[in-house]
């Protein structure tokens, strides 16, 4: 390996960073967060105010920073880059034209992430055009999924177009498999945060999802409803508008459409019914789907848990897992979402 790795995590409000060296150490983390209004710059254990009215701005505080302490963008070997709908890619790829459009015309697809994504991408070959960029698909990991799970029952017209299953949360079921020793022959892994959905892994590969078409489908979320019926999409479109129905599914609805917010810790502490119902509905649902999951495996060998929710709230974990306890014994684990370093290990690969 000749220069780090320089990860990169754009949200549609914040831009994350994380500089990986030889054997995927982490040298370094640094975000900005509140973009266009006022927001702070992190790196490592320092904070600042700062003011980024776009990405660009925010990168090159990043870049900034990053030379500052001894990495300007010359000494770095490439930029990996989390997209969240990687449309018809099923692996990492080097950054292209090709890949750009790819990444474009999937943004409908998963309109809360890839905007942000391909922003993050465009400002840096502006600000650092020398320098190899890669991109890792939350979507691709699924890729290993056979038609029964991936195809919707439409007309093959549709079908043809794109509009199937492809899962997401690929690169943190993906760091779970390359850190499993030894890796449990079926696996059902949970990523519970904000988005949440679970995945059903046997021999290592994914094969079924609780997400689809986009990342709005599955379980009870933060702010998405998870799954709802198509009629009641289609009154919502209706009535609010597309734009409006958009709104209401996967920005008001969720946990935060059942208590009024999206933060377990404090649904967790909250004694009234509203937020105990939308506690129990989260996990409910979690348990429904992840039942679903395991017969597409034919068994359970061991769950694990990932992300916020998962690693911090043991009282969700603790009501899944007993939820599913009628499936048999199986090995219960947490571990931490390792998402940046799966994208460095990713353009290593690539770059090899």
Same mark, same amino acid.
């Given at each position: 390996?000749?220069?780090?790795?320089?990860?990169?995590?754009?949200?549609?409000?914040?831009?994350?960073?994380?500089?990986?060296?030889?054997?995927?150490?982490?040298?370094?983390?640094?975000?900005?967060?509140?973009?266009?209004?006022?927001?702070?710059?992190?790196?490592?254990?320092?904070?600042?105010?700062?003011?980024?009215?776009?990405?660009?701005?925010?990168?090159?505080?990043?870049?900034?920073? #990053?030379?500052?302490?001894?990495?300007? +963008?010359?000494? =770095? &070997?490439?930029? %990996?880059? /989390?997209?969240?709908?990687?449309? !018809? $890619?099923?692996?990492?790829?080097?950054?292209?034209?090709?890949?750009?459009?790819?990444?474009?015309?999937?943004?409908?697809?998963?309109?809360?992430?890839?905007?942000?994504?391909?922003?993050?991408?465009?400002?840096?070959?502006?600000?650092?055009?020398?320098?190899?960029?890669?991109?890792?698909?939350?979507?691709?990991?699924?890729?290993?999924?056979?038609? #029964?799970?991936?195809?919707?029952?439409? +007309?093959?017209? =549709? &079908?043809?177009? %794109?509009? /199937?299953?492809?899962?997401?949360? !690929? $690169?943190?079921?993906?760091?779970?498999?390359?850190?499993?020793?030894?890796?449990?022959?079926?696996?059902?892994?949970?990523?519970?945060?904000?988005?949440?959905?679970?995945?059903?892994?046997?021999?290592?590969?994914?094969?079924?999802?609780?997400?689809?078409?986009?990342?709005?489908?599955?379980?009870?979320?933060?702010?998405?409803?998870?799954?709802?019926?198509?009629?009641?999409?289609?009154?919502?479109?209706?009535?609010?508008?597309?734009? %409006?129905?958009?709104?209401?599914?996967?920005?008001?609805?969720?946990?935060?459409?059942?208590?009024?917010?999206?933060?377990?810790?404090?649904?967790?502490?909250?004694?009234?019914?509203?937020?105990?119902?939308?506690?129990?509905?989260?996990?409910?649902?979690?348990?429904?789907?992840?039942?679903?999951?395991?017969?597409?495996?034919?068994?359970?060998?061991?769950?694990?848990?990932?992300?916020?929710?998962?690693?911090?709230?043991?009282?969700?974990?603790?009501?899944?897992?007993?939820?599913?306890?009628?499936?048999?014994?199986?090995?219960?684990?947490?571990?931490?979402?390792?998402?940046?370093?799966?994208?460095?290990?990713?353009?290593?690969?690539?770059?090899?």
């Amino acid at each position: 390996m000749t220069g780090p790795i320089l990860v990169l995590n754009a949200g549609s409000s914040s831009l994350k960073a994380e500089l990986f060296g030889e054997g995927l150490a982490s040298l370094l983390a640094l975000s900005v967060s509140e973009i266009g209004g006022a927001g702070e710059l992190v790196v490592g254990e320092a904070r600042r105010p700062v003011s980024a009215p776009g990405h660009e701005a925010a990168l090159a505080l990043l870049l900034e920073a #990053l030379e500052a302490a001894g990495h300007p +963008p010359e000494s =770095l &070997r490439a930029a %990996g880059h /989390r997209v969240v709908h990687g449309g !018809g $890619l099923t692996a990492p790829a080097r950054v292209t034209e090709e890949v750009l459009e790819i990444i474009r015309a999937a943004c409908p697809l998963a309109p809360l992430h890839n905007p942000a994504n391909l922003a993050g991408i465009e400002a840096l070959a502006r600000l650092a055009p020398a320098l190899p960029q890669t991109a890792s698909f939350d979507t691709a990991f699924h890729a290993t999924q056979p038609p #029964l799970a991936t195809t919707y029952a439409l +007309p093959q017209a =549709l &079908r043809d177009r %794109g509009l /199937r299953r492809y899962g997401f949360h !690929g $690169l943190s079921y993906a760091s779970l498999v390359a850190r499993l020793d030894p890796l449990p022959r079926r696996l059902l892994a949970l990523h519970l945060g904000n988005g949440a959905s679970l995945c059903a892994i046997e021999e290592g590969r994914s094969v079924a999802t609780s997400m689809g078409y986009s990342p709005a489908s599955g379980l009870v979320m933060g702010t998405r409803a998870g799954d709802i019926d198509a009629a009641l999409v289609l009154r919502l479109a209706a009535e609010e508008g597309i734009a %409006g129905a958009e709104e209401i599914l996967l920005r008001q609805s969720g946990l935060t459409g059942l208590a009024g917010t999206n933060d377990m810790q404090t649904l967790l502490a909250r004694p009234d019914a509203e937020a105990r119902f939308a506690v129990d509905a989260f996990c409910y649902w979690a348990i429904r789907h992840g039942a679903s999951a395991v017969a597409a495996m034919g068994g359970l060998d061991a769950i694990v848990f990932t992300g916020g929710i998962g690693e911090h709230a043991a009282p969700v974990r603790e009501a899944i897992a007993a939820g599913l306890a009628f499936l048999g014994p199986a090995e219960v684990r947490v571990m931490e979402a390792d998402e940046e370093r799966q994208i460095a290990r990713d353009a290593l690969a690539l770059l090899a």
